[in-house]
C-alpha cells in the first residue's frame, strides 16, 4: 500500500526549493547505488518534482507552496488536534513524499531513512494522514 507524509515548513524552517531538497536527498542516498534521481512534472502541475526509483520501487517528493497548502495546514491542525503547536494552521509551505507500495517491505530502510530526513529539518511538522497524527523519530 502506498501512503503520504507532509513536512509542514514553520516559520523556523529554512528555505527551501526542490533543488535544494535534491541535493539533501542525494546526499541522504549516496551509498544507494541502484538508485536513479530524476526530475520531472506531473500531469496538471507546473513545478518539477523529484522521483527516486530503485528497481521495483518509487517515491515522489514535492515542494509546495500558496493557498491549498494553507488550507491542507488548516485542516490538520484540526484532524491532529495539536495545540501544543499554535501555528501549525497558518503554514503555507510543505514538502509532500508519496511512497509507493512496498507489500514485500524490501526497502523498508529506504523509508525510515527519508522519514528522518522530513524529521531532521529544522521547523518542520511531518503529517501522517494514515495515523491521523504529527509524528517524530525522537
Same mark, same amino acid.
Given at each position: 500500500?502506498?501512503?503520504?507524509?507532509?513536512?509542514?515548513?514553520?516559520?523556523?524552517?529554512?528555505?527551501?526549493?526542490?533543488?535544494?531538497?535534491?541535493?539533501?536527498?542525494?546526499?541522504?542516498?549516496?551509498?544507494?547505488?541502484?538508485?536513479?534521481?530524476?526530475?520531472?512534472?506531473?500531469?496538471?502541475?507546473?513545478?518539477?518534482?523529484?522521483?527516486?526509483?530503485?528497481?521495483?520501487?518509487?517515491? &515522489?517528493?514535492?515542494? +509546495?507552496?500558496?493557498?491549498?497548502?494553507?488550507?491542507?495546514?488548516? =485542516? /490538520?491542525? *484540526?484532524? $491532529?488536534?495539536?495545540?501544543?503547536?499554535?501555528?501549525?494552521?497558518?503554514?503555507?509551505?510543505?514538502?509532500?513524499?508519496?511512497?509507493?507500495?512496498?507489500?514485500?517491505?524490501?526497502?523498508?530502510?529506504?523509508?525510515?531513512?527519508?522519514?528522518?530526513? &522530513?524529521?531532521?529539518? +529544522?521547523?518542520?511538522?511531518?503529517?501522517?494522514?494514515?495515523?491521523? =497524527? /504529527?509524528? *517524530?523519530? $525522537?
Amino acid at each position: 500500500m502506498s501512503f503520504v507524509l507532509y513536512a509542514l515548513l514553520g516559520e523556523d524552517a529554512p528555505t527551501a526549493s526542490i533543488e535544494q531538497i535534491d541535493t539533501e536527498l542525494r546526499r541522504c542516498f549516496d551509498q544507494e547505488h541502484d538508485l536513479v534521481v530524476q526530475f520531472e512534472v506531473l500531469p496538471f502541475a507546473t513545478e518539477r518534482s523529484l522521483r527516486l526509483r530503485w528497481p521495483g520501487w518509487a517515491v &515522489l517528493v514535492c515542494y +509546495e507552496e500558496g493557498t491549498s497548502v494553507l488550507a491542507d495546514s488548516r =485542516e /490538520i491542525q *484540526s484532524i $491532529a488536534g495539536t495545540p501544543d503547536i499554535p501555528g501549525l494552521f497558518n503554514i503555507g509551505r510543505r514538502i509532500r513524499v508519496v511512497f509507493g507500495s512496498d507489500d514485500s517491505r524490501v526497502y523498508t530502510n529506504q523509508m525510515i531513512w527519508m522519514m528522518e530526513y &522530513l524529521c531532521g529539518i +529544522e521547523g518542520a511538522f511531518v503529517f501522517d494522514p494514515l495515523r491521523k =497524527e /504529527i509524528i *517524530s523519530l $525522537a
